[in-house]
């Protein structure tokens, strides 16, 4: 599958205070690097890394080197339904950057979107949303799901 690992899932491999959901995203990252699946990133991704203190910039940024992922970019199709998902405002008005997410994913192909982000991304009303917009749009419907969802549990 081709997944879309937003800066959410990249970000968790620093946040100590959930071992459990590190375990999780490295189990997620090492099915990439096994090419049980695809990862994919943005520039959104990029630029909010880029926005990060230094110190865990490096430790992101070495995060995404470890893992063979292809960087999509957005295009005037994915500002033009980013611009459709803020009309439906289904996402708070400062969550405009998991839209600028959903979009690029739409046009760019994704099978999934994979997030960390409960609270505006990975979430029965933004699903919804998303799809029902894609769906009058003739978009392909696309997974927004949480890494739990996507490893493979061993026995």
Sequence with gaps: MRLYLDTSVIGEMSDE????????TRALLDSIVEGKHT????????EE???CHEE???KLVSEIQAVPVLVISENEYSADLLETYEREGFIR?????DLRHLAVDTVSGVDAVVSWNFRDIVNIRTRRAVHAVNL???YPLIEIVSPEEVIEYEE
């Design 93 to 97: 008005k400062g969550a405009r950057l």
């Design 49 to 51: 890394i880029d926005r």
């Design 56 to 58: 865990l910039k490096k």
């Design 136 to 138: 009058r749009l003739g």
């Design 39 to 46: 990862g994919i990133i943005s520039n959104i991704v990029l």
């Design 17 to 24: 205070e959930m071992p459990e959901r590190i375990r999780i």
